[in-house]
């Protein structure tokens, strides 16, 4: 199986750049390409179909992808992640399944398949951080995932588990079993800090896990973005700025 040329550049900002002849395709999340050649073309396409972009958009992407395409040699666009994070790519070969968080998402070659998948158990959904719905990725090529912070891979053996942190867990193999405990009596779950629940995976598989989550990302920014006060003037933290 061939894979695409692709080279990541960055640290905790990376992008990929991927390289490809005319007779190759390239399909992204809208908004995240970061430059392409002269000779690349883009169109934005309601991939699979009304309801399969309908499935696409209920995971946190958009209801459209943008399509890429070269004329004239081989071309190069490259594509990045709305926060600061590393990106993971999967060579996916038929009879290979990942599943992923919603909205984690960046690119593709045109033979992978991304659709929409639902937690095995109810609970996983209600109360794992990762979400009820997920995202599939299965078919032939290579795809990309965008995950915020560090990426650590981890190797599972047979019915080995690990226990994960709410949200923390970004993708992992087919044959990973996914489900929720509770974080362990009732003064850790409301004193600890880290929830009532935490996500446990069982091998055998690789599971990747991300050093932080978007929402804590958020929440670490929020006391120094600037806020209105009953005024109109706008706080920061160089106090009040009268911007009317």
Known sequence: MYFMEYKKYGDNLELVAIQFSPTEKIYGEAGAMVYMSGN?????????????????????????????????????????GNAPGRIKPF????????????????CAEEGVDLDMAFQKKLSGGLFGGEGFIIQRLSGNGTAFIHATGDIIERTLKEGEKLKVSTGKAVAWEGSVDYSIERTGNV??????????????????????LQSMTLPQLAASLAPYLPSRDSS???????GNLDIG
Not at 232 to 238: A, D, E, H, V
């Open 40 to 80: 690349v073309q883009m169109n934005a396409k309601a991939r699979g179909g009304f309801m399969k972009s309908l499935k696409r958009s209920i995971t946190g992407e958009s209801f459209f992808v943008t399509d890429f395409t070269v004329t004239g040699g081989t071309g190069i666009v490259a594509f990045a």
């Open 91 to 106: 060579e996916i070969t038929a009879g290979q399944e990942y599943f992923c968080q919603k909205d984690s998402f960046l």
């Open 187 to 208: 003064r850790s779950m409301l004193f600890s800090g880290e929830g009532l629940f935490v996500t446990t995976l069982k091998g055998p598989g690789k599971v990747w």
């Open 232 to 238: 109109g003037s706008q706080k920061g933290l160089l």
